[in-house]
């Protein structure tokens, strides 16, 4: 059956340090993966995208990986801070088709 | 940029109402918009994919007759849960896209149904 999972439902971290959350999927072919940032009560918030003929991906203190072999992405944050606490998704999209299939989460909280 | 306005943001109705649900693109024209629902501490489940002038995809498991979706344009989708029932209650969250099948979503801040 298809699965995403993301390693964790919560990471607890001290401040200034990297965060890594993974997203690992089993039975999808994705061509694209995004990274969404969730707070209690809204909508997620689009963060990055990385195609699977990228490796990695970078925008301020974060970035993404992708590696199709191990079917995983690594999320980290560095230089974590307590606004960076949050909800965060993964979200795998496949090619000609514009509906994403989200992971479960993981709800990190970084301690001032 | 990119502001997707969903309303109302709370709503509690009682067993065998209907309560419709606003999904707008402010800013931008959507020629894609999805309705997820999401239980807490779970993944957002995708219920269905709507484009503009056309009838809602939905999917396995979503009853159609039971969540009515409606695209009247490029900026509005509506949702209308019919005959809810308490577990019908959920936060339903709409989403639109703006162009390419890779571009990002922009979600709406959700509704928090609960039907007494």
């Known amino acids: 059956s298809q699965k995403i999972e993301q390693n964790s439902e919560a990471l607890n971290i001290q401040e200034g340090k990297t965060a890594t959350l993974t997203c690992n999927y089993t039975?999808?072919?994705?061509?694209?993966l995004q990274w969404y940032r969730q707070d209690p009560g809204r909508g997620p918030v689009f963060l990055l995208l990385i195609r699977e003929n990228e490796k990695e991906k970078r925008k301020e203190r974060l970035k993404v990986t992708f590696d199709t072999t191990l079917k995983q992405s690594l999320f980290h944050i560095t230089a974590s801070q307590p606004a960076d606490s949050a909800t965060y998704l993964c979200a795998l999209g496949q090619t000609g088709a514009n509906n994403l299939f989200f992971g479960t989460g993981t709800r990190l909280t970084v301690i001032p | 940029g990119a502001v997707v306005s969903q309303h109302p943001s709370r709503v509690i109705c009682k067993s065998g109402t209907s309560v419709k649900i606003e999904c707008r693109s402010l800013?931008?024209?959507?020629?894609?918009m999805f309705w997820y629902r999401q239980f807490p501490k779970q993944s957002l489940m995708l219920m269905a994919t709507?484009?503009?002038?056309?009838?809602?995809?939905?999917e396995q498991g979503v009853e159609k007759d039971k969540f009515l979706i409606n695209h009247a344009s490029l900026t509005l989708s509506t949702l209308t849960v019919t005959s809810a029932h308490p577990e019908d209650s959920s936060f339903y969250i709409c989403?639109?896209?703006?162009?390419?099948?890779?571009?990002?979503?922009?979600f709406g801040n959700g509704t928090r149904l609960t039907v007494t």
């Open positions: 800013d931008f024209q959507a020629t894609t």
């Open positions: 709507s484009n503009e002038g056309s009838k809602a995809t939905y």
């Open positions: 989403s639109a896209q703006e162009s390419s099948y890779n571009s990002p979503l922009h």
């Open positions: 039975n999808y072919s994705p061509a694209y």
